[in-house]
Nanobody, 117 residues
Framework: QVQLVESGGGLVQPGGSLRLSCAAS????????AGWYRQAPGKQRELVATITIGGNTNYVNSMKGRFTISRDNAKNTVSLQMDSLKPEDTAVYYC???????????WGQGTQVTVSS
């Protein structure tokens, strides 16, 4: 049974920071392509950041320089450090893990991030 559990969401003021974490069981992030998507109310889910099996990171342009994705193989977690947050970053953030050998993506349940004064 694969489970991805996100944590770290919450309410933060514009310009503030949050760190999201995703803990996995039943799957190893070290052998998966992992990352974060987000979905704002009334909008489609969009990619935020990805970390490859080799550790390469990719970001959507609007997040470059503000968000940092990382992986801890020992703890089997993937994290997203979000700085300089803007109201438009408000969304539910979802962790995912893609197994290339299975051509299958596992998803977490999501964590709410609200940026508001």
């Amino acid at each position: 049974q694969v489970q991805l559990v996100e944590s770290g969401g919450g309410l933060v003021q514009p310009g503030g920071s949050l760190r999201l974490s995703c803990a996995a069981s039943g799957i190893r992030f070290s052998t998966s392509v992992a990352g974060w998507y987000r979905q704002a109310p009334g909008k489609q889910r969009e990619l935020v950041a990805t970390i490859t099996i080799g550790g390469n990171t990719n970001y959507v342009n609007s997040m470059k320089g503000r968000f940092t994705i990382s992986r801890d193989n020992a703890k089997n977690t993937v994290s997203l450090q979000m700085d300089s947050l803007k109201p438009e970053d408000t969304a539910v953030y979802y962790c995912y893990a893609y197994r290339p050998d299975l051509s299958f993506t596992y998803w977490g349940q999501g964590t709410q991030v609200t940026v508001s004064s």
